[in-house]
């Protein structure tokens, strides 16, 4: 069980998904079926992915300069451990909160994902596995 505020998992819940795909933008949300991520995962050729963001640690905003070193620390991360990734996003449909730039890291597994969610400070993530709605992972 988390100890995060009701609200904000709520928050989350409800935040539109984009990943940038070849040309094209996939938008998903939640617990609702998108075959286009099935298709993306199939071109890709992995069956999980985890939509991760460095932004905004704890749910606690950061400035622009900050955000932008954490994305970039993310980035190296995944490079050094030979992770594929598309550019994403995640946003407030009600605008309360700015998007934050997010990274789809393809064919990793939960484990791994939930140790780089919990290493960039994050309390949730996205798990996305073929044939599946994507879901909300609770970190914290």
């Known amino acids: 069980m988390s100890n995060l505020d009701p609200s904000l998992i709520q928050s989350y819940r409800k935040a539109i998904y984009r990943i940038n795909a070849a040309n094209s933008h996939i938008i998903f ?5 998108n075959p286009d991520l099935d298709n993306l995962l199939e071109m890709h050729d992995v069956r999980t992915a985890a939509l991760i963001t460095a932004h905004n640690p704890l749910s606690q905003e950061m ?8 994305h970039e620390t993310l980035l190296e991360e995944l490079r050094t451990a030979g992770h ?3 550019v994403g996003e995640g946003a407030d449909p009600d605008g309360q909160w700015l998007p934050e730039t997010s990274i789809m890291v393809l064919g990793i597994d939960e484990a791994a994902a939930n140790t780089l969610a919990a290493q960039f400070g994050q309390n949730a993530y996205v798990w996305i596995a073929a044939g599946a709605p994507p879901s909300l992972v609770l970190v914290r």
Not at 29 to 33: L, Q, Y
């Open 84 to 86: 594929r990734w598309l």
């Open 29 to 33: 949300f939640i617990d609702k079926e």
């Open 63 to 70: 400035g622009a300069a900050e955000n932008t070193h954490a």
